[in-house]
T-cell receptor, first 110, second 113 residues
Framework: ELKVEQNPLFLSMQEGKNYTIYCNYS?????LYWYRQDPGKSLESLFV?????AVKQEGRLMASLDTKARLSTLHITAAVHDLSATYFC??????????FGKGMKLTVNP | NAGVTQTPKFQVLKTGQSMTLQCAQD?????MYWYRQDPGMGLRLIYY???????DKGEVPNGYNVSRLNKREFSLRLESAAPSQTSVYFC????????????FGPGTRLTVL
């Protein structure tokens, strides 16, 4: 059974700082998704990682996938307040189903 | 395109009442999903439909039924609501290849008293 773990689950950081968050999954999956959720809102797709070694960047966020280590990372560069949100990773378990991590709540302080 | 729409946005039920959550998408997607989101639990799949006419159980199907009415619409029914079903419910859809991401609706916040 596929399980997805994120850590940390809560992160408070200062503007301008860098940080990496981690997403581990328990069984083979070569597709990993990152989503963002603002408070009271829906989920917005950030990245789709489809193969080992995949790296994608959007603004201050960069995501990567290591399928051999069953690990995806989301790196934050020079954080700004607008990045405050909850970030979910999800791995594909079977052809149709995504299994989500519990989410990481990020707060970026001035 | 409206994307994925859900109704209602908010609902309060008493224990034992029934209701149907509606979901529709206008992206011509084959696959549709129902999730529930609870604090600290992430999103958990309730049911999904890989194509019109098919439905399958997800991780937490007990207490729910679904209907894939047509390609656009996928409804979730609570026959006899329980306080444990208090949650935020999200519908999602996905089209094209199996590696495409899922697109989520705005959610329904349900409280069962």
């Amino acid at each position: 059974e596929l399980k997805v773990e994120q850590n940390p689950l809560f992160l408070s950081m200062q503007e301008g700082k860098n940080y990496t968050i981690y997403c581990n999954y328990s069984t083979t999956s070569d597709r990993l998704y990152w989503y963002r959720q603002d408070p009271g809102k829906s989920l917005e797709s950030l990245f789709v990682l489809l193969s080992n070694g995949a790296v994608k960047q959007e603004g201050r966020l960069m995501a990567s996938l290591d399928t051999k280590a069953r690990l995806s990372t989301l790196h934050i560069t020079a954080a700004v307040h607008d990045l405050s949100a909850t970030y979910f990773c999800a791995a594909q378990g079977g052809s149709e189903k995504l299994v989500f991590g519990k989410g990481m709540k990020l707060t970026v302080n001035p | 395109n409206a994307g994925v729409t859900q109704t209602p946005k908010f609902q309060v039920l008493k224990t034992g009442q029934s209701m149907t959550l509606q979901c529709a998408q206008d992206m011509n997607h084959n696959s549709m999903y129902w999730y529930r989101q609870d604090p600290g639990m992430g999103l958990r799949l309730i049911y999904y439909s890989a194509s019109e006419g098919t439905t399958d159980k997800g991780e937490v199907p007990n207490g729910y039924n679904v209907s894939r009415l047509n390609k656009r619409e996928f409804s979730l029914r609570l026959e006899s609501a329980a306080p444990s079903q208090t949650s935020v419910y999200f519908c999602a859809s996905r089209g094209g290849h199996s590696y495409n991401e899922q697109f989520f609706g705005p959610g329904t916040r349900l409280t069962v008293l």
